[in-house]
């Protein structure tokens, strides 16, 4: 079965033919150039174009009438309210937690016979990689005493977000993908002069301080964006965007959070050092999200 938006072909009144073609890899755009005296031709590193997927399909209806205006339906569903392709995600039931994002390329020639129609639906992926979500490869929790041996290769689960309470925070989730993956780090509340570390390559990010509890601060490693508030705040960063390489992932968040007491008493109280608290078990601290995806071609 393959899902678009999460609509079966069913759900868009079509049926699914056999041979769809989901290419293994893309097809390259290769480098080259030719030196005078040198047999053959100097190649530069490749790169991949995008990725086509071709989906024939029929449409099986008890009148020509049935048939059109599934045809209507179906292109309301692949264009947006300006007429264009719009972007789509494309799913294979034989890796469903994978995605593919997609539109509508190309031509579909409908070949009609009294209530039937049959055309291929053809899209194209610029982006070639297919992606799943970080929790995707996550295996459930091993509860304590249940006689697993420790170092049997059983992971902790790929938690994303953490309150930062401490000046010194550790981060850790695993990458299951052969591939490198970049990050979007979201940090809500005020903290002092944060840093991030990607301890496995060694290189540093450090952002804009956030002195209110209702400040946002966004870092888009894919799109080397810094906003802060919404307002783009890129000329107050320094270092590096980093990668997530494949295998382990581990972060060192750094800085000053305030932390914040909900109510003692009739009084809200606030510690500028987080080692005044006793107990952790409250969401006192800025909120830190890091989302990313394993990435797969």
């Not at 995600?89 to 049959?118: C, H, M």
């Not at 041996?149 to 000046?167: A, I, K, P, R």
């Amino acid at each position: 079965m393959i899902r678009l938006d999460g609509k079966s072909f069913k759900e868009l009144g079509l049926i699914l033919l056999p041979d769809h073609q989901n290419p293994v890899l893309p097809p390259t755009e290769d480098k080259t150039i030719n030196t005078p005296g040198k047999h053959g031709l100097y190649s530069f590193p490749a790169e991949f174009g995008p990725r086509n997927f071709n989906i024939p399909v029929l449409i099986d209806k008890d009148s020509r009438l049935g048939v059109q205006q599934i045809v209507r339906n179906l292109t309301a569903f692949l264009l947006d309210s300006y007429g264009r392709p719009r972007k789509i995600e494309l799913r294979f039931d034989y890796e469903p937690e994978k995605y593919y994002t997609v539109r509508f390329s190309g031509q579909a020639d409908i070949s009609r016979f009294r209530w039937l129609g049959n055309f291929n639906l053809t899209f194209v992926a610029d982006d070639p990689y297919a992606y799943a979500p970080s929790t995707a490869y996550d295996q459930e929790p091993v509860q304590y005493d249940s006689g697993v041996q420790y170092d049997s290769g059983v992971m902790y689960q790929n938690y994303n977000t953490f309150n930062w309470l401490y000046s010194r925070y550790y981060f850790g989730n695993y990458n299951h993908s052969h591939f490198s993956t970049k990050p979007k780090i979201t940090i809500q509340g005020a903290v002092i002069n944060p840093r991030v570390t990607n301890l496995k390559t060694g290189k540093s990010i450090y952002l804009p301080s956030l002195s209110n509890a209702s400040d946002v601060l966004e870092v888009d490693f894919n799109k080397y964006t810094v906003m802060k508030n919404n307002q783009n705040s890129f000329d107050e960063y320094r270092g590096d965007f980093f990668f997530f390489e494949p295998g382990e992932i581990q972060l060192l968040f750094e800085g000053k959070p305030i932390v914040q007491e909900t109510t003692w008493g009739s009084e809200t109280v606030t510690f500028d050092s987080p080692y005044l608290l006793g107990s952790t078990d409250t969401k006192l601290g800025p909120l830190v999200t890091v989302d990313w995806e394993h990435k797969f071609m």
